[in-house]
């Protein structure tokens, strides 16, 4: 049964690296191999876990910030608010990857997940960063360290998945990451400044003529 069991996990991650959607191959080689190598008898335990999960109020909150997260990359409002801090954090050297930062770490505390936080960073920010003549390492390396951040800020998926296995109290984990997280947005950030200051050319910040095209028409608004 062990041998199965591996079989299993290699045959999955085999799929996904072949671009298979996640949910039919957990789903589908889960169903098959429990049809070749279970007993029948197995099988009626499978609806009461069914059921279980259903009935599992804590896990309701996955799909919500998932879609919350969909929502904010089709919408647009990541772009701007990307925009925005970037214009005001401009001036200085790095200016901009502290506003992926940033608005990573907001998008983390409005998602709690990675996926779609990483995709609309990667997509918005990337490309702005390279043709201002960001350093590709220090580009890339930032826009995957601010996306993780929603493992650890919450709401966190991974947070209330551990607490739904653990049994522990989701708010209590929350409360508990809140700093850790705050102090990790805080680390990047002291990093990306000391870099920039001491490498000016591989994170110039932006020019007054942005600055000022930015800050023409309802500035305050822009802000709020």
């Keep these: 049964m062990e041998v199965i069991a591996i079989i299993l996990f290699l045959s999955i991650l085999v799929l996904i690296l072949y671009g298979f959607p996640v949910a039919f191959t957990l789903g589908g080689l889960s169903m098959i191999y429990a049809i070749l190598f279970l007993e029948p008898s197995s099988f009626h335990a ?38 925005t801090m970037s214009m005001l954090f401009g001036r200085l050297d790095g200016g901009l990857a502290v506003s992926v930062v940033i608005v990573g770490a907001l998008l983390a505390a409005s998602t709690g997940i990675v996926g779609a936080t ?17 350093d590709p ?10 996306g993780t951040l929603g493992q650890i800020i919450p709401p966190s998926v991974v947070l209330v998945l551990l607490g739904s296995v653990l049994n522990v109290s989701v708010g209590d984990l929350f409360r508990s990451a809140i700093l850790p ?7 990047y950030i002291i990093y990306i400044v000391f870099h920039a200051h001491w490498h000016p ?15 023409q028409g309802d500035f305050v608004g822009k802000i709020i």
């Design 46 to 83: 499978l609806p009461p876990r069914i059921m279980g999960v259903m009935s599992n109020y804590v896990l309701l909150a996955v799909p919500l910030f998932v879609y919350m997260g969909i929502m904010l990359e089709k919408s647009g409002l990541a772009e701007s608010l990307l925009d």
């Design 118 to 134: 990483v995709i609309t960073m990667g997509l918005i920010s990337l490309p702005t960063m390279l043709k201002r003549g960001y």
């Design 137 to 146: 390492a220090l580009a890339s390396g930032t826009i995957a360290s601010s």
């Design 181 to 187: 997280g705050l102090i990790l947005v805080l680390a």
């Design 201 to 215: 050319e591989s994170a110039p910040g932006l020019t007054k003529e942005e600055i000022l095209k930015f800050k």
